[in-house]
C-alpha cells in the first residue's frame, strides 16, 4: 500500500472511528462562536498551532495526523513539542508565539494542569480556541477534549496483565508483588488508579490489599526496606519519572530489592516502559517478570518481538492529531462540537502486532525500515 493510500484507508477509518466515539462523547462542548466563511471544506483557512509534549514516535504520529487533516482542511499547521512530559515553560513559549503569529486555533497535549493556564488565558483574549489532546488542562476556556481515556486503558492494561499471567499460572497461586513506575505527567494518575482497580478485582483472590509506596529522596532507605520486607502479593508504586535512564534505574532499584518477588511490572508511558525492559532485560527477567506498557515506540516493538516486553496498551495519536484539528476547524467556523471524546485503545503482543489495523495504528506513514511502497526509504 502506498503512502497516500494508507493514509486515505486511515482516514476512512478514522472518520468510522470519530462517528462511534461521538456516540459516546461526554457533554456538549462550547460553541466556537463567530467563524470563518465556508470554503469548500467550511472553513476559511489560517494557521492553527498544534504543540506536543515531547521527542518520541508517538508525537510524530500526532504529528502526521493533524498535517493530513490541515491539508484536507485547508489550514496551515504548524508543530512544535516541549523537551519531556513536564516541560511546560518550552509550551509556554509557543503559545506566545501563536498569539503573535494570530493562530485561529492552538490544539495541545499540556505538560502542566494549571502552568499554562496565564498563556491560555492571553491566547483566549486573543480570539485563539483552545483545544486540548492526550492530557487536560484545568483551564475552563478548554473547548473540548480529544484523548484515549487513561483510566480504562489503565483497566485494560490490568485485565491482559491478569490474562497472561493465568495463561501460565490458573489459579495466580504463585502471584508476587506488582511493580507500578508511572511517568510525570497528569495523565499517570489514572493510568495507575485504572491498572489498580481492574488488577485488584480481576485477582481478588490472590493479592493482598494494596498497600503501595513511593520512593523519594527524604524517605529513601525506608522505602528500599518496605520494598524488600512489606510486600507480599501487594502492589509497589515506584517514584515517578521523566527520562528512560531515571526509570531504569527505579526499576532495578525494586527489583533488586524484590529479588525474586515480583511478577508485573506496568510503566505508564513510554519512557517508564522502556526503563522497564532496560532493567528487565539487563537482569536477565523476561522470563520471570511480565511487562506491561504504554505506546508504540520502535524501542517496545523491538522489545515486544524479543519477548521481554509481554504486552502494551497502543493509543491512536493518528487519530488525536486528525480529530483534534478536525474540532478545531469546527469551532473556528462557529459550530459546536462534543466536549470529550474517546480515541480508544488497543493491547498488542506478540500475537497479534502484526494485524493490519495494528500495524496502521503505529505507523501511519509505513514502517520505518520499509522500502519502497508506503516507507519513507
Not at 509481554?310 to 478545531?328: E, F
Request: net charge negative; with cysteine.
Amino acid at each position: 500500500m502506498n503512502k497516500k493510500n494508507r493514509r486515505g484507508v486511515f482516514r476512512a477509518v478514522t472518520a468510522c472511528a470519530l462517528s462511534a466515539a461521538m456516540l459516546i462523547a461526554g457533554g456538549c462542548g462550547k460553541p466556537g462562536g463567530p467563524g470563518g466563511q465556508h470554503g469548500p471544506y467550511g472553513s476559511q483557512g489560517g494557521t492553527i498551532y498544534v504543540i506536543g509534549k515531547q521527542p518520541l514516535s508517538f508525537w510524530d504520529d500526532v504529528r502526521k495526523g493533524a498535517e493530513d487533516a490541515g491539508e484536507e482542511f485547508g489550514y496551515d499547521i504548524v508543530y512544535r513539542q516541549g523537551t519531556s512530559d513536564n516541560d511546560y515553560s518550552s509550551q509556554e513559549a509557543d503559545i506566545q508565539d501563536a498569539i503573535k503569529k494570530k493562530a485561529k486555533a492552538i490544539v495541545i497535549a499540556p505538560n502542566g494542569k494549571t502552568e499554562l493556564n496565564s498563556a491560555f488565558e492571553e491566547a483566549e483574549k486573543a480570539g485563539i480556541k483552545i483545544i486540548n489532546i492526550n492530557s487536560k488542562a484545568d483551564y475552563d476556556g478548554v473547548i473540548t477534549f480529544v484523548r484515549c481515556s487513561d483510566k480504562e486503558s489503565g483497566s485494560l492494561a490490568a485485565r491482559n496483565a491478569v490474562k497472561l499471567l493465568k495463561a501460565k499460572d490458573p489459579e495466580l497461586a504463585g502471584l508476587k508483588n506488582i511493580a507500578i513506575i508511572p511517568h510525570t505527567a497528569s495523565t499517570a494518575e489514572e493510568r495507575v488508579s485504572g491498572f489498580v482497580e481492574a488488577f485488584t478485582e480481576q485477582a481478588s483472590d490472590a493479592i493482598a490489599p494494596v498497600n503501595m509506596t513511593e520512593n523519594n529522596e527524604a524517605k529513601a532507605k525506608e522505602n528500599r526496606d518496605a520494598k524488600k520486607n512489606d510486600f507480599k502479593k501487594g502492589i509497589v508504586k515506584g517514584a515517578a519519572c521523566s527520562k528512560r535512564e531515571v526509570a531504569e534505574a527505579e526499576a532495578r532499584e525494586i527489583l533488586e530489592a524484590n529479588a525474586g518477588n515480583i511478577s508485573v511490572m506496568y510503566g505508564t508511558n513510554t519512557n517508564t516502559t522502556l526503563g522497564i525492559c532496560d532493567a528487565v532485560s539487563a537482569l536477565d527477567l523476561q522470563d520471570d517478570v511480565v511487562v506491561i506498557g504504554f505506546n508504540s515506540d520502535m524501542d517496545e516493538i523491538n522489545y515486544i518481538n524479543n519477548h521481554v516486553l509481554d504486552g502494551t496498551i497502543i493509543q491512536n495519536p493518528y487519530m488525536m492529531g486528525y480529530v483534534g484539528v478536525r474540532y478545531a476547524k469546527k469551532i473556528i467556523s462557529g459550530d459546536s462540537c462534543a466536549a470529550r471524546v474517546d480515541t480508544g485503545a488497543v493491547f498488542v503482543t506478540a500475537d497479534n502486532i502484526n494485524e493490519e489495523f495494528i500495524q496502521l495504528m503505529m505507523f501511519p506513514d509505513g514502517r520505518p525500515d520499509e522500502k519502497g511502497e508506503g516507507g519513507e526509504g
